[in-house]
């Protein structure tokens, strides 16, 4: 079993940043891809971005690209954290977001065997 737990989350303006943290305890997090999701009310949980277990690979949506830098993503094995750093972020980023493990880097939610509680970004205008 493996516990997620995300923080970071927060009400920030058009243009500012925020950075996600998620908090994994449990069985071998080091073998586990993560993945970033989020969700607005009545949509279907949207991919965000992925790293695969030695932190080597990364995949990022269309919609956060540019916005969303390079390190977006890292994670640091002694801390079991995953982090989701979020730059020029616009009211259309503001949805729940959620983090995941699982055994491939997915695009999609059904990849993933374990989620966190999620935490709420709000994007002001």
């Known amino acids: 079993q493996v516990q997620l737990v995300e923080s970071g989350g927060g009400l920030v303006q058009a243009g500012g940043s925020l950075r996600l943290s998620c908090a994994a305890s449990?069985?071998?997090?080091?073998?586990?891809?993560m993945g970033w999701f989020r969700q607005v009310p009545g949509k279907e949980r949207e991919f965000v971005a992925a790293?695969?277990?030695?932190?080597?690979?990364?995949?990022?949506?269309d919609s956060v690209k540019g916005r969303f830098t390079i390190s977006t993503i890292s994670r640091d094995h002694a801390k079991n954290t995953v982090y989701l750093q979020m730059d020029s972020l616009k009211p259309e980023d503001t949805a729940v977001y959620y983090c995941?493990?699982?055994?491939?880097?997915?695009?999609?939610?059904?990849?993933?065997?374990?989620w966190g509680q999620g935490t709420q970004v709000t994007v002001s205008s």
């Open positions: 449990g069985r071998t997090f080091s073998s586990y891809a």
């Open positions: 995941a493990a699982g055994s491939w880097p997915s695009r999609t939610p059904g990849g993933y065997d374990y």
């Open positions: 790293i695969n277990w030695s932190g080597g690979i990364t995949y990022y949506a």
